[in-house]
């Protein structure tokens, strides 16, 4: 892109613009190669950034996390719709965004500050469709923050982790949190000891998402898929993620970001949405002087690093039971991994199973919280002893189906047949994939025989 660009694309006049704010030197610009080769180096970056307005500062920290080049219909967010204009769905693309182009070549192209070039495209397509624009790499350690004076204060925030604690309380009967009937990718259940989260088992990453989901729901803004627009708890997080320890954003602060990040929404006002995030313990709040202020948890405030298992398990014999309302979701994913659970008189109990200790990575056997359940309770120490015994020495399967088939020319059709989806065990056992099952059939009636399932 920057060689096109450099040698094809700007005009003699857009170079020395470009000379003029990065502050190059005229030999620096002398030749178009000798510009290309300056054009990535850091001169007169700070100098330029800092003439930026807070919109477009934070239109080129979106722009940095693109995983491609844009077109130019990204440039609408801050640079206004074509579709404001009169006769927008009479006129040509060129004639609806002509205007965002010159924007953008005034205030970004000519400060030196984006790359640009033209993509190869089949079909029809006018030149302004085939514009693409990238911020350099190069070029984004010195992009200023997002947030232009965070407050600085030490002091924790006031984080509403017990949000979390009543959520995991639904799994055993506790009263629904949100009551958005359209949550029921993110209910929980109980399945063969496993517990889940959707139709999937439970993470704390998947936890997280229903806590930017039930932001976003209560905010009653919706995003299509069509939309350029970032989710309200997206663009939220991305701008607070900007600040380093210790710094706060009132809402305020964020609102220039959020009206580019957020192009398609109608904002409900940046202290409300930054309140509901509170509320669903997605953001730490802290009040100082009259002043709100906001940032993401940081680390250790969901759980303390230094908590014990014991703030969260109780032995109860052969079982441990699990307190939802502290146990940490990092810590109850594990646990998830590593025993059978069910829900037992309104708590939700953990027992040793065997057959997920023999899935697991010998380091999730080896992890604190095992030591801790190793130590405390005998039944799940032999349940850690058997399968650390057993381990590289017994393979166990799922969904497997052992046969035994004593006619030599039928295993041999089977063999062709099946192919690598056939392991013959023995003289008369073989093994194949369940979801095979019925080709095996087929080939033992077409050649006269019959079958005899039995279910152990």
């Known amino acids: 892109m920057l060689h096109q660009m450099c040698h094809e694309i700007l005009s003699t006049a857009d170079i020395n613009a470009i000379r003029k704010a990065r502050g190059f030197k005229e030999k620096e610009t002398a030749s178009r190669t000798t510009f290309e080769s300056f054009f990535l180096s850091s001169i007169g970056l700070k100098a330029v950034m800092a003439e930026l307005t807070p919109k477009e500062i934070a239109l080129l920290h979106l722009l940095s996390r693109q995983p491609a080049e844009v077109d130019i219909t990204f440039f609408e967010r801050l640079y206004g719709s074509p579709k404001q204009k009169e006769h927008y769905y009479r006129s040509t693309f060129t004639q609806q965004f002509k205007n965002i182009f010159d924007a953008v070549k005034t205030s970004l192209l000519r400060k030196g500050l984006l790359v640009m070039a033209e993509a190869k495209q089949t079909g029809d397509s006018v030149q302004m469709e085939r514009w693409r624009f990238r911020l350099p790499p190069e070029f984004v350690p010195f992009l200023p923050p997002i947030v232009q004076s965070p407050h600085y204060s030490e002091a924790s925030g006031e984080l509403r982790v017990k949000v979390i604690g009543q959520k995991l309380l639904e799994v055993v009967g506790g009263p629904p949190v949100s009551g958005f009937t359209s949550e029921g990718e993110f209910g929980l259940s109980l399945a063969d000891g496993t517990l889940m989260i959707g139709a999937q088992p439970f993470s704390a990453a998947a936890l997280a998402e229903w806590q930017q989901f039930v932001w976003q729901a209560e905010l009653r803004v919706s995003v299509s898929d069509k939309s350029k627009s970032m989710a309200l708890p997206a663009a939220v997080s991305m701008i607070l993620g900007t600040l380093a320890t210790h710094e706060w954003a009132t809402a305020k602060d964020i609102e220039p970001a959020l009206e580019v990040f957020c192009l398609d929404e109608k904002l409900p006002g940046a202290e409300k949405i930054c309140n509901t995030g509170w509320q669903w313990g997605c953001l730490a709040r802290r009040e100082e002087d009259g002043q709100t202020y906001y940032r993401l948890p940081a680390s250790g405030e969901m759980a303390p690093l230094d908590m014990e298992p014991d703030a969260y398990l109780q032995v109860a014999e052969s079982t441990v039971l699990i307190n939802l309302l502290t146990i940490p979701p990092d ?17 939700l109990v953990a027992s040793p199973d065997v057959i997920k200790l023999g899935r697991v990575a010998p380091e999730d056997r080896q992890s604190p919280l095992s030591g801790w359940l190793y130590t405390n309770i005998p039944a799940f120490q032999e349940a850690f002893d058997a399968v650390n015994v057993c381990w590289g020495k017994t393979i166990v399967h799922s969904g497997l189906l052992v046969a035994r088939v004593r006619d030599l020319s ?3 059709q089977l063999e062709r047949d099946l192919g690598q989806h056939l392991v ?8 194949f994939p369940e979801a095979r099952w019925n080709e095996v059939e087929r080939a033992i009636t077409k050649a006269g025989f019959v079958t005899k399932v039995v279910c152990a």
Do not use: F, K, T
Request: glycine share 8%.
């Open 424 to 431: 013959v065990i023995g003289d008369e056992i073989i093994a």
């Open 331 to 347: 810590v109850l994913e594990q646990l998830n991994h590593l025993a059978y659970l069910e829900s037992v008189d309104g708590r």
């Open 410 to 412: 039928l295993r041999v």
